[in-house]
């Protein structure tokens, strides 16, 4: 058996190229991705399942202009980038 044939690695191989996937979203649409996956994941855990779409980098400049998204970070302990802030 090769490396490549051991559940474990496989998972972690998937899980690595999830993470490379949403990193090359955010650039491909020009969004700061450390700030980004900050974001997502501090508004994750309360987001509704059927608006899990508008979390997807292609969707996430828009998400950013609804009062739901901003009052989600706003409430947050955690302080945003200063770049990464919605004008």
């Not at 490379?20 to 991705?33: R, W």
């Not at 450390?34 to 309360?46: C, F």
């Not at 950013?64 to 302080?79: T, V």
Request: contains cysteine.
């Amino acid at each position: 058996m090769n490396f490549t044939e051991s559940p474990r690695i496989a998972a972690i191989i998937n899980r690595n190229a999830t993470i490379v996937s949403l990193i090359a979203s955010c650039a491909l649409h020009g969004i700061e991705p450390w700030a980004y996956l900050r974001d997502v994941l501090i508004m994750l855990p309360t987001w509704p399942p059927e608006r899990v779409i508008e979390l997807a980098p292609k969707s996430w400049k828009q998400t950013l202009e609804n009062a739901d998204a901003r009052q989600r970070l706003a409430a947050s302990p955690w302080p945003r980038a200063p770049d990464a802030t919605p004008s």
